[in-house]
């Protein structure tokens, strides 16, 4: 049996940022809601942590539905007190995500339509081996 996704593959943690890997892993989802609500208790910012959270289970949800390599998961902390959150999860994959319109009775299909009327502002950019999906939560004063 592979890692297990417990097991965070690798950690960096630099001054206003914070990055995990993760195996690509049914676990990983739980794991990075959980070191995501984690990390941002410990930079006050509780405000954010639900919505960052379901987001963050939303993107790595999708990577594994696709991807077989590790996925990264990135929050780079605000500048100030009533900055932006910004949060990046990669995958191997180059293909960017593509929003669809789920029908009621779809089961999937409503990620990436959660992740652009929950954040502030989101995107894709492509990286060296693979792609990274991005967005942004205003921190309330």
Do not use: Y
């Amino acid at each position: 049996m592979g890692s297990s996704a417990w097991e965070v593959i690798g950690l960096i943690d630099t001054e206003g940022d914070c990055v995990w890997t993760f195996p690509a892993d049914p676990g990983a989802v739980r794991t990075a809601r959980a070191r995501v609500r984690g990390q941002l208790h410990i930079w006050d910012l509780d405000s954010v942590s639900d919505i960052a959270a379901l987001l963050v289970s939303e993107l790595v949800t999708n990577a594994l539905r696709h991807a077989t390599g590790p996925i990264g998961v990135r929050l780079v902390r605000p500048d100030g007190p009533r900055g932006t959150l910004r949060v990046e999860v990669s995958d191997p994959l180059p293909e960017p995500p593509h929003e669809r319109a789920a029908r009621p009775e779809d089961e999937s299909g409503r990620g990436l339509q959660l992740v652009a009327s929950s954040s502030r502002r989101w995107g894709t950019r492509p990286g060296g081996s693979g792609k990274t999906v991005w967005f942004e939560l205003a921190v309330p004063s």
